[in-house]
C-alpha cells in the first residue's frame, strides 16, 4: 500500500498558486474592466444637463408635516352660552332626554358639549335657561378655514361668525290620554362675536 507523501510545514498554509495558463478571452474581459475602472476613477462629476435640471425644478418636492405647521392651523376658544329652552305650546308639558350643543367654524366641528343634568322638563308656555360651557382647546382645521380665524380675531378685525347647533331628544306628553310621542329636534343658531379678548355677542340668528 503506497503512503501519501507527508505536507512541509511551509506548505499547510500556502495560499492556491494560479495555473500557469490563462485563456485568452479571460485576460481580455480582465483588462476591459481594469481600464473602465480607471476611466471611472479619472472622469470629473457630470453636470447635470439643462433639460434634465428643468424637469427636476417642475417635478413637485415633498414637504414633511412639521409641528409648527399644524400649530398654525390649530384653533383655541372658549365660549359660555346661555341657552333660553322655551315652549311655546301652551297645553303640552315637553321633556328634554337628551341635550347636546355642537360648536362650528365654517364647516369644521370645535367643540361639543351635552348639558346635564338630564331630563330638562319644560312646562307648557315655560321656560328653562340652561348654561353651557364650550372650550376649544387646540382644535385641527383646514388651512383656508386657519386663515379665516387668524383674520377675524386678529385686532380690528370683524366680528367671528359661530355657528351653534342643538341635538334634542323631545318627548310631548299628552296628560289627558297617557300617551307620550318622541322625536328629534335639531335647532341652529349663527352668532356673531367681537373679536377676543372681549368676546361680546353682536348679534345673532336662530
Not at 424637469?55 to 412639521?66: D, L
Amino acid at each position: 500500500m503506497a503512503s501519501r507523501p507527508a505536507t512541509k510545514p511551509w506548505q499547510k498554509h500556502a495560499p492556491p498558486r494560479r495555473p500557469s495558463y490563462v485563456p485568452l478571452w479571460q485576460r481580455r474581459v480582465e483588462e476591459e474592466e481594469e481600464k473602465k475602472k480607471q476611466r471611472h476613477a479619472a472622469a470629473p462629476p457630470r453636470a447635470a444637463a439643462p433639460e434634465e435640471q428643468q424637469q427636476a425644478e417642475k417635478t413637485p418636492r415633498r414637504t414633511s408635516t412639521k409641528r409648527g405647521d399644524s400649530a398654525r392651523r390649530a384653533i383655541s376658544a372658549n365660549l359660555t352660552v346661555l341657552a333660553a329652552i322655551s315652549n311655546p305650546n301652551t297645553k303640552i308639558g315637553i321633556v328634554l332626554r337628551y341635550v347636546r350643543f355642537d360648536l362650528y367654524f365654517e364647516d369644521s366641528v370645535v367643540a361639543a358639549q351635552a348639558v346635564w343634568p338630564a331630563p330638562v322638563q319644560v312646562a307648557p308656555g315655560g321656560s328653562v335657561p340652561r348654561r353651557v360651557h364650550l372650550v376649544v382647546s387646540s382644535v385641527s382645521v383646514t388651512r383656508q378655514d386657519a386663515a379665516l380665524w387668524r383674520n377675524a380675531t386678529a385686532k380690528g378685525g370683524r366680528p367671528v361668525a359661530l355657528r351653534l347647533a342643538g341635538r334634542f331628544r323631545t318627548q310631548l306628553n299628552f296628560d289627558r290620554w297617557f300617551f307620550r310621542y318622541r322625536y328629534w329636534v335639531k335647532p341652529q343658531c349663527t352668532l356673531w362675536l367681537d373679536p377676543p379678548p372681549s368676546g361680546a355677542l353682536r348679534r345673532s340668528r336662530c
